[in-house]
């Protein structure tokens, strides 16, 4: 109720106290909220102060803010980040080195050889900053990372000001970060003191795959997970190969290797698992354990197709990756959600399986869920975290716009994607990189090109003429 | 040799006499040939005068030619424009309109009804416009179309500067374009003759498929094709269920049915065929016949798998198409390529199967040689059509290049795509269209959105959570 003074005069500044100053205000389009509804808003304002999401309501109901900065994107849908639960980031310096090969003499005669001589922390510095700016300007806001020097990718991921969950390599054998599992994890616990304050990054254990990890190593890492809280993510079967191997060689799969030595719980994330009987996925759904389906990757080095429906059917939680550039050869989570809806329904025959909205939470709120993380992001929703990108869809390719989920899974590119904030700063203004100098990035890219090439596969010349 | 003038002194003007003046030369850091060494070419000059390609030579000695327009692209690769074998341009205004459904009701509840009730002359002008805009941005230079108002498909052809093979539509029952089959190829034939001093634009005949057009009908046609030389664009097998039907009702496949009717020829080009045992590919490869492959309007309708492999194998030419925008949801040969490459690698568990170089084949050569134009288009070559496009690989998401034609259909994005030249004439001049205007398409797409959107399928609400 209005004061009046002693002359009878409304006092002006009384209602300046109601008006609640706020870092920002982006009035969009629509705002794509992938909550518990999937609802879609249109003409709505979102309301950020600091790095959370305080206020999500009407354009015109919004007048009681008053925002340092308003952002006004009238052709634009605004999207939670995008969590990409599987990278290898440093690898994208080595996109297309080695194309259209098979599996092993991709791995053996290119990449790993590759690695082995290249890969420091200079590698890894550069590499992580390339594929940050991709993901940036891709509308990423999060990733869960596996490669070495992690140290440089905490540094990179600090001062680029995107959210990762970084992964403590562990592999048993040496390699130019440590020499032994003592060190891989003293050097990786390291790592995580030292950025124990920066709110965006977080840890997990990254055993490369069972079969280069031996039970003793698992055994060790078990009691360091519980006590400090960390989750563990592995690539598991990833072929069928890799299956039939282990119980060739071991007498059991690895899944139910993993499941003997008690790893299977909701603290687990499986990359790929393309190979799973219907056994496997009655044990990953009793366990609650996280799968990470990377559709691209798995098309590209021809893995096999992970049964993403019937993991769903099973009350799964299934996230999204891109896997490292080398095996896609992009980190674009707008292509993978299209590859994931559009493989899913060619393998199981059925048009109408996993639609653009399924991929849409698969690449957002169930790779939240996968890194314990959807408490936080996720989702656009009051009290989470401002991770968001805005993309413009008044573009030729993507009018006109009937569904909107379905115009950005079917239609959109990434290039249309303007602007991306994570914790409320914004990394991408207009398409302009605010943390990252792109030509820097790019002169550091034509020089790693130099050193790498002696690794580059000859010309795959085509078969078809 | 100089010849010297009475006084000794060199007569300067011969050496200009000696400088040929052309329309165009394109300074490029890489020129993709797709010649049949699949060269590619680094730093040379693209001459061009008219509408004809008519020297490639390395930039140094280029200076032999006076080009009236000169283009400096250093951070570009120089690619023959692509050729999107199979359209249906103007359904881009139902792209999004109804996703994630069974292909039954797709088609009988939401695509044919709008068609019925929309697509009149007003419907393919504007679609089809908004359909070029999208194509001529992606680095399409010709397409090989099929649908109703070809009078109008032709009209903005024309005006647009693209290129094109008109299907003359031809079915079994009435439509808003024609009411018999007399009325189908007089109409047909009528545009044909209208548009004969066109020089980029061929017509073909396009039944729609085997189950919606008659024996009668098909024997109706072929002293036509004959008389005229047209070819014939037809979807065949586009389903295990089309060839389940044709046999349940009339005792034979379509494609055996098409081979007693003699039209198997290197004048059918058949799309989808995604339904084909060793006997059809046998026959399909007998007599020449070229296949259309499309690969992600087959995800998306969960249709089927075309052979890709298997037919190259045999020896049959196999182009690429995006089928129609309401399938698909874009019209976009790089990203189909991609999906091409990706998915033949998944489907056969060869990594190494269908190259970046094959796809890069299928979407420009093949293209051509499916269309009886791969004497005028289809590569870059000296004496064929300047049909071109131009992209910028300087980006973040494009380095470093170790072989540009991974980079091209693996890392690249339509959005990088600068210049497009058709017949030397340039429809895309640093990403601004030259014959269309982007704001009308815009405008006409908003006014369409609003007429078509009651045969929207609700929202597509999703299955995970």
Redesign the interface.
Known sequence: MPVKRPNGVIQQSFFIHHIMQVSLQINARWIITVD?D?S?LHHHALIIDGDKIIDILPQGEATKYSPLNLVEISNHAVVPGFINAHTHAAMS?L???A?????D??LNEHIWPAETELADEHFVKDGTE?AI??MI?SGTTCFNDMYFFIDQTALVVSRAGIRANIGIPIIDFPTRWAKDLDEYISKGLAVRDQFNNNKLITFSFSPHAPYTVSDESFKTLQPIMDELGLSMHIHVHETQSEVDDAIEKQGIKPLARLNNLELLSPDLITVHMTALDDDDIKQLATHSVHVVHCP?S?????S??CPVLSL?EAGIN?ALGTDG?AS???I?ML?EMR?A???A??I???????????V???ATI?GAKTLGLNDQIGSIEIGKQADVFAINL?Q??T?????V???LV??A????ISDVWVAGKRLLDNHELTTLD?SV??EK??Q??GK??PF??P???????
Do not use: C
């Open positions: 518990a999937d879609v310096l996109k297309g080195l194309d259209d090969l098979p599996l003499e991709w390339l700016a991709e300007r691209e798995n098309l590209k080095l021809a096999g197709f769903f299934v550039s896609n050869n992009d674009d292509g590859t809806a559009l493989l329904k060619g199981s025959g059925k048009a109408n399986s996993l639609s653009a909205h399924d849409l939470r698969m169930n008044k030729i390719e009018q006109p716009v009937y569904d989920i379905s115009t079917y239609s590119s990434r290039s249309q792109e990035l790019l890219a034509k790693w090109h790498i090439t580059h596969h010309v795959n010349k085509t078969g078809v003429k």
